[in-house]
């Protein structure tokens, strides 16, 4: 059996934390434990933001959508701004960043270690992220 | 969403100084923390603890002002230490590498006890 939530957010302030309150429900609903549904948070609200602070997006919206496939729970972001390539972000070293004047750069790096999967296309009409996480 | 907005404590000791949290830590979040510790710094504490048991969520942006934070630490020669963490920011500050600047430990009463 296949369901689906799907949700639009404006691209303010905090947004993304209701992103997470729908997530959270969504895998307790598939019986995620407790620090998966938080993995899943944290690495959500890293997507949500890059959409909100980097799309640039003319409509302002992030997209969202849920599926629950069986004993895995999808995860789609979608802006349609001005995306980027993956390819050329440098891996973050906190050895580096201590030093550095930006500390930042870290978003990526953790959607990726918390997820069991993040597959993301991105071009100039915009960025989709797939996210996935199993029970 | 308010009920989300970081509010926090600090608490000065001889030695170490314990900052406890309640909430989202973000952008304003971390910078509430960053003002916290360096008022502290300012007082001459070079040893910190904070407690985040009661901040629940993080996200990157906050995570960089910690990093600030521990920079500065650093610089005096001082100690930064976590407790209270979930297992999923415990987790994500080991995958950063945090743990080779700072310590983490379930309990306030471990942290004060490494700092004795
Ligand atoms: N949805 C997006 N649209 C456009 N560019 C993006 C998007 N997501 C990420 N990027 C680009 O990828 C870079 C790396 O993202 P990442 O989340 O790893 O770091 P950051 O957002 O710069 O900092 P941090 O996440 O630590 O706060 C961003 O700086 C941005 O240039
Ligand atoms: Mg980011």
């Excluded at chain 2, 971390?30 to 993080?58: P, R, T, W």
């Amino acid at each position: 059996m296949e369901d689906e939530v799907t949700l639009t957010i404006p691209m303010h302030h905090d947004m993304e934390l209701e992103v997470t309150r729908i997530a959270a429900s969504v895998a307790e609903a598939m019986r995620l434990d407790k620090d998966k549904i938080d993995e899943i948070k944290l690495a959500l609200i890293e997507a949500c933001l890059n959409a909100i602070e980097h799309s640039k997006s003319e409509e302002k919206k992030v997209h969202i959508k849920f599926k629950m496939i069986g004993d895995r729970l999808e995860i789609i972001i979608k802006d349609y701004g001005v995306g980027f390539d993956p390819s050329k972000i440098k891996e973050p070293k906190i050895e580096e960043k201590i030093k550095s004047p930006s500390k930042r750069g870290w978003g990526l790096k953790i959607m990726r270690s918390l997820m069991d999967s993040v597959v993301i296309n991105s071009h100039k009409g915009g960025t989709k992220i797939v996210m996935t996480k199993r029970r | 969403m308010l009920e989300q907005e970081l509010t926090l404590s600090a608490r000065k000791e001889d030695k170490y100084s314990v900052i406890t949290t309640e909430g989202y830590i973000n952008n304003p979040g971390g910078e509430k923390i960053a003002l916290a510790c360096y008022q502290l710094m300012d007082q001459g504490c070079k040893h910190f603890i904070l407690n985040f048991s009661q901040s629940k969520v993080i996200n990157s942006i906050g995570i960089s002002i910690l990093i600030e934070i521990i920079e500065k630490v650093l610089e005096l020669k001082g100690s930064l230490c976590f407790c209270g963490l979930t297992n999923t920011i415990a987790k994500t500050f080991r995958i950063m590498g945090l743990t080779q600047y700072t310590q983490i430990f379930s309990t306030e009463e471990e942290a004060i006890k490494a700092l004795s």
